[in-house]
Structures are given as structure tokens and as C-alpha cells.
């Protein structure tokens, strides 16, 4: 079973807030992952980070913003959510080879929702 | 860049029942993942494979590289077998970390 954590699982949140997710993981896995999924679509790739210090913009355009300061830990945050970042944010992680052939393990999820 | 179909969208079958899901991708690939989506919205990887079959348990994942498809089948399915079943590939043929996701096949098994 895979060590990756996220908080909250569920958040409610009024427009305007400034919010951060969590993602913690204890496998020592330098490649660290968020993905948006909306009801019954597809994972789409928001940020990513090689390692310390490395955070790289995904292909799903995104209002918000990663930082990458210990291995273990890649926390996201929207500094004033909208009703349209109402989603489910799915952090993931792997070992750093750099290849679509590394597994992936993901967290349980974080479901956003901004009134 | 590669995209992914996946067939079908939803599936109900009865408890015991043999299930196939199929996945298809436009360009080729170095490997190919099946992940599993419980209603919670955990994700699981099941396989990657980049030729042949895999088996784990009751599932078995195949891959055709030059048909540029894969099936992922259940035998004597359970209901705890319900979820979101979803492929996913890397967006080029020169391989990449980045994953392209399949909408998923949603599958319930009655008891």
C-alpha cells in the first residue's frame, strides 16, 4: 500500500479564500504529481516537480500554484478560489527515471468545493 | 499527442460474470497503465506492461502494440470489483513521465 497523504479529504470553502492542499508521501519518491478530475472526466496534469527545489506547469491550465522545499511534501495553493475550481485534486508521486514506465502512486484525493 | 478511447463508458454485469474493457491510443507507446478509481476517488495502478499479458488475481491485462490496443479482463467478477477503470498512456511515441488518462469505464458488478 502506497504511503501518500492528502488534506483535507473534503473542503468546503466560500469564493475568495486563499486555500492549500497538502500532499505528503514517506516512500522517499523525488517525482511528485497534481492532477484536476472532474465528475466522470479524465485526470488532467497541473503541476509537477522532479525533485526539491523543481515545480513545472502541466498541461491543463491552472490558476494555482506549487512549491517543492522538502522531497516529501508538495503542497498546493489557490490564493482566491473560485466557484470554477470546484473539482477533486489528486496528488500522486513516483521514483525518478523519467519514464512513462514508473508507477504512479496516488493519494486519496482532496474534493474542493467553492461556493 | 496521444489520445485514448476507452470502450465502454459504463458496464453492468451480474456477479461471476467474465468483464473486458478495452483501451485504444492514436500514437505508439513505450507502456501503457491500468489504474482502478473506487467511488471514493482512490487511485490504484494495476499494470503496466509494454507487450504481452499480465496477470495479477483475477485480472489480466493484454497489450497489441501494433493494433495500438489493450484489454483489461475480470473473471468470475465480484462486487467489490466496482469502479472506475481507467487507461492511461504516455503523449508521444518518445515516451514521457507525463500520463495521458482515458475517460475511464465505469463497471458495476450485481450481486
Known amino acids: 500500500e502506497a504511503d501518500i497523504y492528502q488534506t483535507p479529504r473534503y473542503l468546503v470553502i466560500g469564493t475568495g479564500k486563499k486555500i492549500t492542499l497538502e500532499c505528503s508521501q514517506t516512500?522517499?519518491?523525488?517525482?511528485m504529481y497534481w492532477y484536476q478530475q472532474d465528475p466522470g472526466m479524465e485526470l488532467h496534469l497541473i503541476h509537477y516537480s522532479y525533485g526539491v527545489n523543481s515545480t513545472e506547469k502541466g498541461d491543463l491550465s491552472s490558476e494555482s500554484t506549487v512549491s517543492r522545499i522538502r522531497t516529501e511534501h508538495f503542497p498546493l495553493t489557490l490564493e482566491s478560489a473560485r466557484p470554477s475550481h470546484t473539482s477533486q485534486y489528486l496528488c500522486?508521486?513516483?521514483?525518478?527515471?523519467?519514464?512513462?514506465?514508473?508507477?504512479?502512486?496516488f493519494g486519496p484525493g482532496t474534493r474542493l468545493t467553492v461556493l | 499527442k496521444n489520445e485514448v478511447e476507452q470502450s465502454p463508458q459504463n458496464l453492468t454485469a451480474q456477479e461471476g460474470e467474465f468483464i473486458t474493457i478495452n483501451c485504444s491510443y492514436s500514437?505508439?507507446?513505450?507502456?501503457l497503465h491500468w489504474l482502478q478509481q473506487h467511488p471514493g476517488g482512490g487511485i490504484v495502478s494495476l499494470f503496466m506492461l509494454s507487450s504481452g499479458k499480465k496477470k495479477h488475481g483475477r485480472l489480466i491485462a493484454t497489450i497489441n502494440i501494433q493494433e495500438k490496443h489493450s484489454s483489461l479482463h475480470i473473471t468470475a467478477s465480484h462486487p467489490r470489483d466496482s469502479a472506475v477503470y481507467i487507461c492511461a498512456v504516455p503523449p508521444t511515441q518518445g515516451g514521457s513521465e507525463k500520463l495521458v488518462f482515458g475517460k475511464g469505464t465505469k463497471l458495476t458488478v450485481n450481486p
Open positions: 500522486a508521486s513516483s521514483e525518478l527515471s523519467g519514464q512513462s514506465t514508473d508507477t504512479q502512486y
Open positions: 500514437v505508439g507507446i513505450s507502456a
Open positions: 516512500m522517499g519518491h523525488d517525482k
